[in-house]
């Protein structure tokens, strides 16, 4: 996730998969679809971004499902764009939803947590720091 600018609060900023061979799998979507990969160093193996030919501009990334990544569903993951994960989170739960991740930071990027909604669907929320 790194945007030349940060996208706009209520925006899909990012899309990830998390799976047990991301290896493969990155191989698969750079056929399936034409998207150029870039490895992610993550502490002795590597995750990719991906980016549409010829952009430069990554939009996706496919991870291994270990370290913190162990419990994550293998589906597409939307991370939207909020003001504020923490104040975001309290209101899914309020709303009936469950917060699956916790608020916690992404490197210095911003902050993220995964949510589960009232129907059972999964969605990442990340703010950017300032």
Same mark, same amino acid.
């Given at each position: 996730?790194?945007?030349?600018? +940060?996208?706009?609060?209520? =925006?899909? &900023?990012?899309?990830?998969?998390?799976? $047990?061979?991301?290896?493969?799998?990155?191989?698969?979507?750079?056929?399936?679809?034409?998207?150029?990969?870039?490895? *992610? =160093?993550?502490? /002795?193996?590597? $995750?990719?971004?991906?980016?549409? +030919?010829?952009? /430069?501009?990554?939009?996706? #990334?496919?991870?291994?499902?270990? /370290? =913190?990544? %162990?419990?994550?569903?293998?589906?597409?993951?939307?991370?939207?764009?909020?003001?504020? *994960?923490?104040?975001?989170? @309290?209101?899914?739960?309020?709303?009936? #939803?469950? *917060? *699956?991740?916790? +608020?916690?930071?992404? &490197?210095?990027? #911003? @902050?993220?947590?995964?949510?589960?909604? +009232?129907? /059972?669907?999964?969605? %990442?929320?990340? %703010?950017?720091?300032?």
């Amino acid at each position: 996730m790194s945007p030349s600018a +940060p996208p706009r609060i209520g =925006s899909i &900023g990012w899309i990830d998969l998390t799976v $047990d061979n991301a290896e493969t799998v990155k191989d698969f979507y750079s056929t399936v679809t034409g998207w150029e990969s870039s490895p *992610v =160093s993550m502490n /002795g193996y590597d $995750d990719f971004s991906f980016a549409p +030919p010829d952009s /430069g501009e990554p939009v996706a #990334g496919i991870c291994h499902a270990r /370290g =913190s990544n %162990a419990d994550l569903p293998a589906t597409w993951i939307i991370y939207i764009t909020v003001a504020d *994960v923490d104040a975001s989170a @309290r209101t899914c739960e309020a709303l009936g #939803g469950r *917060v *699956v991740v916790e +608020p916690k930071n992404m &490197g210095e990027m #911003g @902050r993220y947590c995964l949510i589960e909604d +009232p129907a /059972g669907a999964v969605a %990442a929320l990340f %703010a950017y720091n300032p």
